[in-house]
């Protein structure tokens, strides 16, 4: 299982794309991995045949743990080749060298760039591979042995600050590993009354679950449950629907939402656009009405650093980077893949790399750190005709831009040569801010937008 995200203990298997006996090419996708951060096509690490699958589709294990043995060329050479016969018994050739799916390595690759991303899992022989077999079930008897279970850091925090031995805790992930659900409903469990309270008094917590209570609400949700109708169709949420809720609520406890609105008019953007059509479709380049939204935010987002930042606890965290977050329709469901560093990218530039994530986006094709660090989000619902929204802040970030559709629409002009007030025709949009006024004011909400404004219609022809 590939480490898919700093925060990230463990994967399910969705899908194998390949069965047992198929033959696979190195970088050819294998099987597909689902965690609470992205799903993502491993690919194969080597060339051969898929010899065994070690972890069946709907499973979760931990990140290292070996997924499935690709039979390479190499073994089936040894396996054809005579043994020498001056070879001792106990040194003789193995039949077949095997390597598996398994944890990318610590180091980067020799033939790996900087810019190619993720290393690919490493290639194990059977020996090695028995090895760490043994190291690790004398690692989980050690720590067997001393009462204590595997757990992430984040559990571990959680038990110590409860004072509770997570040895005590019953364990339902991979190997009796201790889960965040785990530890918090041992956490609930313990803190039940043993009596019922009196009727018509609250029920108070006691001193040392205030931390807990908080942390609860900050990191979880709990969806009430309605009647069902016997006309009613009930079905699960998929992980997309799952998450995006979760999220949803969680914005909405923590941030002190607020919006506001401005009439933007498109006019010299759409000059620019005729100008240089020709330009840009020699380049094979798209650049929408979007990509200039993009551009103007992530070039005045530096001005504005409270727009570009976050609380955490009693701090203001001004972020270093002007990451733009780009909500995606999946329909069904919404991923926001995120353009790192956008103020350093030119117009095409960010036309080019914004319709890249959002093609591998809807192709479930978009890497763990392509939907992480966003400072500001940037979503568009006036493509389906929508006037104007009112998004929700993401959690972590202090603003999002919500873009309605560009229409025709009378206006109200000054005649430049005879300085009368006309009638005229104009593309015009309206975009709303939704900001989190613990860190944002409505002035300094008004003065971006205003600035928004400006940027776009006065547009530079060299951007």
Known sequence: MP??????????????????????ERD??????????VDAEIPAPAS?????????AGETVEVGAILAVIETEAAAGAAAAPAPKTAAPEKRVEAAERVAVSRPTAERRPDRGPGDGPDRPSVQSPGTAERESRREDGKRQAVEERGERRSTPLVRRIAAEHGIDISRVPGTGSQGRVTKHDILAFIEQQAKPTTPAPVGRPVVAPAGDVSEFWY?????????????????????????RRLTAEHMVLAKRVAAHVHSFIEIDFTRIDQIRAQMRQKWEGEGVKVSYTAFTLWACARILREFPRVNATISGDSIVYRGEVNLG???DLDPGLIVPVLHRADELSLAGLAVR????????????LLPNEIQGGTFTLTN????????????????????????????????LTDPATGADVLGVRKRAYFSLGYDHRIVDGADAARFLSRLKQLLESFPEQA
């Open 48 to 56: 051969g045949v898929l010899a065994e699958v070690k972890v069946q």
């Open 3 to 24: 480490q898919m995200g700093e925060s990230i203990a463990e994967g399910t298997v969705s899908k194998w794309l390949k069965q047992v006996g198929d033959r696979v």
């Open 381 to 412: 619902p006036g493509v389906f005709g929508t006037v104007v929204g009112m998004p929700i802040v993401p959690r972590g970030q202090a603003a999002i831009l919500g873009t309605g559709s560009i229409e025709k629409r009378p206006v109200a």
């Open 326 to 328: 780009m909500a995606v």
């Open 354 to 365: 914004a319709a890249d994530l959002a093609e591998r986006a809807r192709t479930r094709k």
């Open 216 to 240: 609860r609400f900050y990191d979880e949700v709990r969806h009430p449950e309605v009647q069902i109708r016997d006309t009613d169709r009930v079905e699960p949420m998929d992980k997309i």
């Open 28 to 37: 050819q996708p294998v099987v597909e991995i689902s965690t609470d951060k």
